[in-house]
């Protein structure tokens, strides 16, 4: 029996399109759009000015928080501009513009070669910090700071999340079948960093080669592979965490507060990297997919190419898209433009058409109860639309918790009245945290 | 970009996430309980002949003219086609006995749409069913008509006599007699549940009316605690407290008649299509356990000791009174919370 958690919902996973082609390496684009925030925490610093000559490698913002992460130039070639450009998340953000001088060649002394087991803890979570590794399942969060937790927090596991559960999604996926030993490496790594001995990885039932692979991998070894019943959230932190280890992540608390660490397969394979081979994080596997594009692929992206780059190189659209979508369709950001920059958290770029999105009219909650039963943080997601839609927001929190809500959107996609809980619970969120703010 | 598509960058939409959504609807869920009903209510055509196809047909096209009426008048989207108005008034007309006089379910339909649901804001905000606010107000209204039937000598005929239902010769002359009326208790079992005998119109098949409410559960709009636990509450209080029901004369506890209690009167189309009416009703499965209990329980206590001889649409809507007490009450349990 695989583990499962209680609510979520099972929508149609259309992952037939990419799930068995091979990672693309994509060319190398002319120009490089590459945001100095690419992380959650605070944006990084330009260290560049138009005109300088960059290589590959090479820190071309710096972090100047703890919660933030440096950004590397993704090629070698000439900065042509810093300014303000699309992001696909923050809707705008300075931009350090590269213009490719084709040669494509490395900072000095990269690639190197190193071996990490006679690295001790502080110097890999200082490769792993210097790196610029974020978490790249869509969170981007900044590992080394995951990777730090406080001595009263003890970690005992360290959870791989290879579920990835976002319909459409397969780059994980591939990544898992084609760098399975990276991933290992870099888990081995990651383990080591937290001092602990036990490591899990949970991947989904709908991927069989994918747990076959790890599984005899990982053979004779501390890590575990648990394979998961196929049902979105399930890559989602604290359900994955209640179901590999059965444990509950307090309300408004994070993993390490039950002794465990989770990162995602490809933070792995960059972990890796930037360990023995002292590479940071300028590259990433996504998929580009959805009912829009002519032929749907999973492609090695260098940082900062942009959308619609990634778009020609899967033979365009086929039809007009209704959706550009950044990540998957459960919890990824809408687009306004294809001109946006690939960054580290990338994991997907879809063009849904009309038949994908199945939208609809907003109606009335008729309090089908199909939200509670979806929602995995038990909550009351229809009475929290009613709340957001005319207040007070006061109750939400108090009464009906909104905060720990995850924004999953399996409310809103099991709802038959289309109504838009997620936007609602938001909405909720960001007036109680303006009035927690006026209050200080 | 390829070169027979034209990217228009100005059309994407931009919402928040998710951005894919089931196929499910409102419309969707309201036809499908239409469809449940079909087959009882074209028994019951079939049953009582033109009175109940006239008194159907007009109870489904006033329910719907006043909504339309009502949301022209305010001004609102009209909303017609979703079948929740078809679904009342469908509702409503197999709750009133088939040969009532034309403005009886011109005036259940009213009250039933105009009163109950669009006082309220219309769909989803109504507290009260409206069908069985329709209902009750004709009762209040007619009882005499509401209480009367067409007798039925044998399936498909119909004469002009009429008689009381089951449960009115039950409550006016006892259950020996209402064994008589029948012959046997088997007979009399059989007749009820295959619907060959008087009452309203969704009182009669039971048969057709289980087969409609399992394939509300299977399709997963109905939890199938709701008519379980309202029918086996009835079922058990009955068999306690036996009072009308008790077989034979007796008097003492325990000896109550449980499958009459189960096949008479609208319990089952209650049960499977009323206390399971989403909008009026607890949203969690707890929540609508301990809603089917007490509509069950207020069902028997009507039944046995209220001065009307049926009590489920009473009951029920005692129990959508509460529905909101009983939502804050029971809540999901929260994620985390152990900890």
Redesign the interface.
């Known amino acids: 029996m695989a583990k499962s958690f209680r609510g979520g919902v099972h929508p149609d996973d259309r992952k037939r399109y990419t799930a068995a082609k091979s990672i693309e390496v994509a060319p190398l684009p002319q120009k490089l759009i590459i945001p100095t925030r690419q992380h959650l925490g605070a944006p990084c610093a330009p260290i560049v000015k138009v005109g300088d000559l960059v290589k590959k490698g090479q820190v071309i913002a710096e972090a100047q928080a703890f919660v933030a992460s440096p950004i590397h130039a993704s090629t070698s070639g000439k900065v042509v501009e810093v300014a303000e450009y699309p992001h696909p998340v923050f809707g705008a953000c300075q931009a350090v513009v590269i213009e490719s001088d084709g040669k494509d060649e490395w900072a000095p002394g990269l690639p190197l070669s190193r071996d990490w087991q006679s690295l001790d803890v502080k110097e890999l979570k200082e490769i792993v910090r210097l790196a610029g590794l974020v978490g790249m399942g869509g969170a981007t969060f900044p590992t080394h700071v995951k990777m730090s937790p406080p001595p009263e927090k003890p970690i005992d596991s360290f959870i791989l999340n290879g579920a990835e559960c976002e319909p459409y999604l397969t780059a994980d996926h591939r990544v898992m079948l084609e760098q399975t030993e990276r991933i290992i490496t870099g888990m081995k790594i990651a383990m080591k960093i937290l001092g602990v001995s036990k490591g899990y990885v949970g991947i989904e039932k709908n991927k069989p080669d994918a747990i076959e692979i790890i599984r005899k991998a990982c053979t004779g070894s501390a890590i575990e592979v648990v394979p998961l019943k196929t049902k979105y959230p399930q890559g989602a932190e604290k359900t994955l965490i209640k179901v590999i280890l059965d444990r509950e992540v307090p309300s408004g608390g994070l993993p390490m507060d039950v002794g465990t660490v989770v990162q995602n397969v490809g933070t792995m394979v960059a972990m890796a990297d930037a360990v023995e081979k002292g590479i940071p994080l300028i590259e990433r596997v996504a998929t580009i997919t959805g009912g829009a594009i002519a032929e749907p692929k999973n492609i090695l992206l260098r940082v900062g190419a942009t959308f619609a780059q990634a778009i020609e190189l899967c033979g365009g659209f086929k039809e007009q898209p209704v959706k550009v979508i950044m990540g998957g369709p459960m919890m990824g950001m809408a687009q306004r433009t294809v001109e946006v920059p690939v960054i580290k958290g990338t994991s997907g770029i879809l063009a849904l058409s009309a038949a994908d999105v199945n939208m609809g009219d907003e109606q009335p909650c008729i309090r089908c109860g199909r939200c509670i039963e979806a929602c995995p943080m038990g909550l009351v997601p229809n009475m929290l639309s009613i709340l957001g839609e005319r207040g007070p927001f006061e109750v939400a929190v108090k009464e009906y918790n909104v905060l720990d809500c995850v924004e999953c959107g399996s409310c809103v996609y099991v709802c038959p009245a289309k109504r838009n809980i997620v936007q609602y619970i938001k909405l909720c969120k960001a007036q109680n945290a303006a009035q927690a703010a006026a209050k200080k | 970009?390829?070169a027979e598509?034209k990217?228009?960058?100005g059309?994407?939409?931009?919402?928040?996430?998710?951005?894919?959504?089931?196929?499910?609807?409102?419309s969707?869920?309201m036809w499908t309980v239409n469809t449940a009903l079909a087959p009882a209510a074209l028994f019951s055509i079939y049953q009582f002949g033109i009175g109940a196809f006239s008194t159907l047909a007009l109870c489904i096209a006033v329910c719907v003219l006043t909504e339309y009426l009502i949301q022209k008048w305010q001004e609102k989207p009209i909303?017609i086609n979703?079948g929740s108005a078809f679904l009342t008034g469908l509702l409503l007309g197999m709750n009133i006995p088939p040969d009532v006089p034309w403005y009886m379910p011109i005036f259940g339909s009213v009250v039933a749409i105009g009163i109950a649901k669009h006082t309220m804001?219309?769909?989803?905000?109504n507290i009260f069913n409206p069908a069985l606010i329709g209902r009750a107000s004709l009762v209040a209204s007619w009882p005499v008509l509401m209480t009367t039937w067409p007798k039925m000598d044998m399936p498909g005929k119909v004469d002009a006599l009429t008689t009381a239902t089951p449960l009115g010769i039950l409550k006016m002359e006892g259950y020996a007699k209402l064994v008589e009326v029948f012959g046997d208790q088997a007979t009399m079992y059989k007749a009820m549940f295959l619907g060959t005998h008087g009452g309203s119109m969704g009182e009669t098949s039971a048969v057709l009316l289980i087969l409609g409410g399992f394939y509300l559960i299977y399709r997963g709009?109905v939890?199938w605690q709701i008519p379980v636990v309202m029918i086996s509450t009835v079922a058990v209080l009955t068999w306690i407290f036996g009072g009308l029901y008790n077989v034979s004369g007796s008097t003492g506890l325990l000896t109550g008649d449980p499958i009459l209690s189960i096949l008479s009167g609208g319990l089952i189309l209650g049960a499977f299509f009323m206390a399971t009416d989403?909008?009026t009703?607890p949203?969690?499965?707890k929540g609508q356990i301990i809603f089917a209990a007490g509509a069950g329980a207020l069902t028997v206590l009507i039944r046995l000791q209220g001065g009307y001889p049926e009590g489920v649409c009473y009951a029920i809507l005692l129990m959508n009174s509460v529905t909101p007490l009983i939502d804050r009450a029971i809540?999901?349990?929260?994620?985390?919370?152990?900890?």
């Open positions: 970009m390829s598509v990217l228009d960058t059309m994407f939409t931009v919402s928040a996430s998710p951005h894919i959504r089931c196929d499910e609807s409102i969707k869920i909303t979703d804001g219309g769909l989803g905000f709009y939890n989403m909008v009703i949203i969690t499965v809540k999901p349990v929260r994620f985390g919370k152990t900890v």
